[in-house]
């Protein structure tokens, strides 16, 4: 992936504009196994055991559960 991107400088001493650009890598997807989701699920449920406990209902409200 190429990014080019011109700088916007407003001084009159620059003549050369020259772009700023990279290259990089781009995201690789990696299949999540069955142990990926038992693992987040048992996480999720101590997260809001933890946050019950503690008397924090709004933090329990919001603790990601997986979607299958």
Do not use: C, Q
């Not at 011109?6 to 069955?34: L, M, Q, R």
Request: proline fraction near 4%; aromatic fraction near 14%; charged fraction near 25%.
């Amino acid at each position: 992936m190429i990014i080019h991107m011109e700088e916007n400088i407003a001084s009159k001493d620059i003549v050369d504009k020259k772009p700023i650009e990279w290259t990089d890598h781009e995201y690789k997807h990696f299949e999540k196994g069955s142990e990926w989701y038992w693992a987040l699920g048992l996480v999720s449920v101590a997260g809001a055991v933890a946050a019950l406990i503690f008397n924090n209902v709004l933090f329990a409200r919001t603790v990601p559960f997986p979607k299958s």
